[in-house]
Nanobody, 121 residues
């Protein structure tokens, strides 16, 4: 069983930066695709960013391209989401997810509990 635990969510002002972390345990980290999703009340969970198992390919939703960067540290079994230039519309609960696939999607088997990011002046 794979366990994920997110951290790093906070209340920040527009234009600020945050780095989310997700510690992964219980699986073979190097073989996992990793990703970040977000959800706001009343809306479907949406894809934000993903990394293939090798970490060689990162993909992003258009709304965060150029502002967010996903990365992985295989030595620490951790995936990060660096968020720069935050906007109020980035406010959401952010979830990390993983599975033994090439590309993560909303049908991933393993999810963290989420961390709240609020962007407000």
């Amino acid at each position: 069983q794979v366990h994920l635990e997110e951290s790093g969510g906070d209340l920040v002002q527009p234009g600020a930066s945050l780095r989310l972390s997700c510690a992964v345990s219980g699986g073979t980290f190097s073989s996992l695709a990793l990703g970040w999703f977000r959800q706001t009340p009343g809306k479907e969970r949406e894809f934000v960013a993903g990394l293939t198992p090798s970490g060689s390919f990162a993909h992003y939703d258009d709304s965060v391209k150029g502002r967010f960067t996903i990365s992985r540290d295989d030595a620490r079994n951790t995936v990060f989401l660096q968020m720069n230039g935050l906007k109020p519309e980035d406010t959401a609960v952010y979830f990390c997810a993983t599975d033994t696939v090439i590309y993560v999607g909303v049908n991933c088997r393993y999810w963290g509990q989420g961390t709240q990011v609020t962007v407000s002046s």
